[in-house]
């Protein structure tokens, strides 16, 4: 498995999905300032009171953030599996002495730790640096409590891991197809249900963990039926 990993990796060039995940770190950055301090712009604004605490302003940017995440996932699988299993390069795909479960299971792996990986990376970055200021230099009121900061990179991880679901879900429309363009347009979708339910606990975060095992079901019934058709294909 190791062997298939690293030729995956030879075959696969993740640069252009590193820079896409880079270019989504100084948004997120830059976003969660805007919204930590657009309160002090408008004190008497009904419309910004969900952004007067640390738990509203990281909770929105995480959605956000979950939207981006599960399009570059939706945007890396078109590309290292639905275009590997559309046309002739299924041919040469499996005519390599490896079963077929194990080919996809690599691929399947491959995309969804990288997006998952990367969300995780870019997040814990963004929190520690906006913490770290809000302990020297506090944009929200009241004081930096341990717990916010905990639910915090809990918010995170269940955001990286539902842009990951949600983008595996968007990957089976689009394998059933075969088509790049209904894996974008099912990740998009997909994306924003996800996302507008998660706005709806947006002071909640750690509440995402209650979303992401309602979204595991479909997530492991479309993984295993990705298995299931690749296994049947006809070349």
């Known amino acids: 498995m190791n062997k298939l990993t690293a030729l995956e990796l030879r075959r696969t060039s993740l640069r252009p999905y590193r820079i896409a995940a880079l270019s989504i770190f100084p948004v997120m950055l830059g ?4 919204l930590a301090s657009l309160p002090g712009w408008e004190p008497y604004s009904s419309d910004v009171d969900v952004l007067l605490d640390r738990s509203g302003v990281t909770g929105i940017v995480f959605v956000l953030g979950t ?3 599960s399009m570059l996932f ?4 078109a590309k290292c599996v639905v275009e590997e299993y559309s046309g002739k390069r299924v041919v040469l ?14 691929k399947l792996r491959l ?7 990367s969300a995780l990376e870019c997040g814990g970055v963004v929190l520690s640096i906006f913490f770290l200021t809000e302990c020297l230099f506090p944009l929200c009121s009241g004081d930096l409590e341990i717990g916010t900061v905990v639910l ?10 539902l842009a ?6 968007a990957l089976w429309f689009g394998f059933r197809r075969k088509s790049v363009t209904a894996t974008l347009t099912a990740g998009v979708i997909l994306s924003l249900l996800v996302c507008q339910a998660m706005s709806a606990m947006v002071r909640m975060p750690a509440a995402w963990l209650i979303l ?24």
């Open 152 to 161: 915090a990179f809990l918010g995170l991880l269940w955001s990286a891991l």
């Open 164 to 169: 990951g679901t949600a983008g595996l879900v």
């Open 93 to 106: 795909l499996f005519s390599y002495p490896v079963a077929r479960r194990k080919i996809l299971g690599v």
């Open 74 to 77: 939706a945007a890396m699988a």
């Open 67 to 69: 939207f981006a995440f």
């Open 31 to 34: 976003l969660l300032y805007l």
């Open 111 to 117: 995309v969804f730790g990288f997006t998952v990986l």
């Open 212 to 235: 992401l095992a309602a979204a595991a079901v479909p997530g492991a019934f479309c993984a295993l039926d990705l298995f299931r058709m690749a296994e049947g294909m006809e070349v």
